[in-house]
């Protein structure tokens, strides 16, 4: 069963739309995945397929400035002017439409990239309404936000919000196919299998081709600064169970040194956390060939074991 909800955003000028996937089974639990920076929750088939065979129901969105929610609203690359919590409000929100329709199930975050920022901040924010959290492809200290963030904060403040400078941009990310060979495209940093490289760019429902507003640029160095340290894990429910993966190639997480970093920030503030590292994988593990049902596996392993505890 497939139901298509849609809400009006955080912001107050989006309506984000939703997906609601039901398994054919009593379910046992809910799984909301929650997509990174450029993309759509559609990439997110293949898990959300494998994880309605394991008896759970799945929500999506596609976050506003993208997807379906950006092609619907024609607004693409920006975000709203309610400030950088908007995504994981919006996730938030979306998460009681879903309990109102199937109430009393333990509830799951996946969050992958920008999506693993934001379950982080919603851990924080919400972290009591939830049994576990699954961040995928997460950041530790990310390279170059800090100082990325002054020159946006400076380009909103002159009033250059609604612009988009590709030197802000390169600035920030423009570093991350550091260790590819043969860039072409531009998004090797995501996986190393050149049919997902050209699945991911020629997709009209990614914004990859699309500028991104200096405001929300500066919004997602924002996210990023905010589930930073210890600080930002003393906020989580040290009830709460985390299953924290990623690629030791994956420039997002700072190949390995990151994930651990956020696994020691949780570890020191006394959390329940797991850790698993791919090796000599890049940003996205679950759209390698040779590994994606492994990694969902995982996962899938990961929210039963909380259901059985």
Not at 146 to 166: C, P, R, T, W, Y
Not at 247 to 269: A, C, F, H, M, R
Not at 300 to 307: K, P, R, T
């Amino acid at each position: 069963m497939l139901h298509e909800v849609n809400f009006l955003s955080f912001n107050k000028r989006d309506e984000v739309q939703g997906w609601i996937y039901v398994p054919a089974v009593k379910p046992k639990g809910i799984v909301q995945i929650i997509h990174g920076f450029g993309e759509h929750s559609r990439r997110y088939l293949h898990m959300i397929v494998k994880f309605m065979d394991a008896g759970y129901i799945v929500a999506a969105d596609d976050h506003v400035g993208h997807g379906k929610t950006a092609m619907d609203s024609g607004i693409w690359g920006d975000w709203g002017d309610a400030g950088f919590h908007t995504m994981m409000e919006d996730e938030h929100t979306l998460k009681k439409l879903v309990c109102e329709k199937y109430p009393d199930l333990p509830y799951f975050l996946f969050g992958h990239s920008m999506g693993s920022f934001i379950a982080r901040d919603y851990a924080a924010a919400y972290g009591d309404d939830l049994a576990g959290v699954t961040i995928c492809g997460t950041t530790g200290t990310f390279r170059g936000a800090s100082e990325a963030a002054v020159l946006l904060k400076k380009a909103v403040d002159e009033g250059l919000g609604k612009d988009s400078n590709a030197e802000f941009t390169g600035a920030l990310m423009g570093w991350m196919c550091e260790r590819c060979d043969d860039v072409t495209i531009g998004n090797e940093w995501i996986c190393a299998d050149p049919y997902v490289q050209r699945d991911h760019a020629e997709d009209p429902f990614d914004a990859f081709t699309k500028p991104t507003s200096n405001r929300s640029l500066y919004d997602f160095t924002q996210m990023m600064e905010a589930i930073k340290g210890t600080e930002w894990a003393e906020k989580v429910p040290k009830s709460l169970p985390v299953y924290n993966i990623g690629g030791d190639q994956d420039p997002v997480g700072e190949y390995g040194k990151g994930i651990y970093e956020v696994s020691n920030w949780l570890w020191d503030t006394g959390h329940r956390v797991t850790t698993k590292v791919y090796s000599g994988y890049r940003h996205e593990i679950h759209n390698y060939a040779a590994i994606k049902d492994e990694v969902e596996a995982g996962i899938i392993e990961f929210m039963d074991g909380v259901l059985e505890d």
